[in-house]
Structure formats: structure tokens, C-alpha cells
């Protein structure tokens, strides 16, 4: 397999083009994309789901882009040591009733040796919203612009 660099060990500066790199992949809303920056055999925990290996990865986030709709990602890096690192990200979506929600989270990542993610374990928290209260605005599925502020400059 190719590298995907940054490749550990992370700086904060690093981590942070890795976790932007993961951000605009998720954005993206391609599982197949998205699964291609972890390892084969890649073990996730996703709030109470466990499971390994790109084919899951890639299932799990067809059923997850099925039920949160028009999704919008942003990540910001909490700390870095190694080849781990720690991101809190939000998230905004609605289901198929029109009812929005901020999913609020935390990740830890583990890199191997090529850049790519062997270990993610996430917890996160779901509010609803109202549309009025969504504060992730941009118009297409795909990077956030350079231009639209992150957490911290939303107060979030």
C-alpha cells in the first residue's frame, strides 16, 4: 500500500493537515473514499457499534449517510503524541423528517507506520436543533471552504 502521509510521528502542525485530509474525505459522503485512509483490517468503535475491515467501514457509512442527511463536518485536533491522535469534531445533519440535530463528538486515532488508520474509536452525543440553529453552511457535499469558520471560532 502507498503512504498516506502526514505520516506519524505527529506534530501538532501534521495533525492537523491529517485530521482537515479526514474532515474533507468525510465530507465528501463517499464510503469508499472515506475507507481508503484505514487500514484493511481497521478496528472501530462508533459509539456502541464495534467492527474491522474496509467492507464494514464502507457499510457502516452507507447506512450512516442513508439516515443523516445533507450531513456537514467539522474537526479540530485536541492533541497529538506519536502516532495517535485526538480530535473533537461536530457535526450537522436531519433525518427524513426534516428534524436537524448537532452530533457533538470525540475521536482517538492510531496510525501505523504508512499514515493510515488502524484504530478509531468515537463517542458522540446527538441534539436536536432547530434549522435556524445550524450554524455548518455551505452548499455542496464536499470540503468545508477555507473561508467558514471552525469549532472554536463557532463557539462550539
Avoid: C
Avoid at 502526514?6 to 465530507?27: G, H, I, S, V, Y
Avoid at 496510525?111 to 478509531?120: I, K, P, T, Y
Amino acid at each position: 500500500m502507498s503512504p498516506r502521509p502526514p505520516l506519524p510521528p505527529f506534530t501538532l502542525e501534521t495533525a492537523a493537515q491529517k485530521a482537515r485530509m479526514a474532515e474533507d474525505a468525510w465530507n465528501s459522503r463517499d464510503p469508499e473514499r472515506v475507507s481508503g485512509a484505514y487500514t484493511p483490517d481497521s478496528s472501530w468503535r462508533n459509539r456502541a457499534e464495534f467492527f474491522a475491515g474496509r467492507e464494514a467501514i464502507v457499510a457502516f457509512l452507507r447506512r450512516k449517510w442513508a439516515r443523516e442527511l445533507d450531513y456537514r463536518l467539522i474537526k479540530e485536533v485536541w492533541a497529538t503524541t506519536g502516532n495517535r491522535i485526538a480530535v473533537r469534531f461536530a457535526y450537522e445533519w436531519h433525518d427524513d423528517s426534516g428534524q436537524w440535530f448537532r452530533s457533538h463528538g470525540n475521536e482517538q486515532w492510531e496510525f501505523d507506520e504508512a499514515g493510515l488508520m488502524r484504530r478509531r474509536e468515537a463517542s458522540i452525543n446527538d441534539v436536536a436543533i432547530e434549522e435556524s440553529q445550524r450554524l455548518f453552511h455551505w452548499d455542496h457535499a464536499g470540503p468545508r471552504p477555507a473561508d467558514h469558520p471552525g469549532l472554536t471560532d463557532l463557539g462550539l
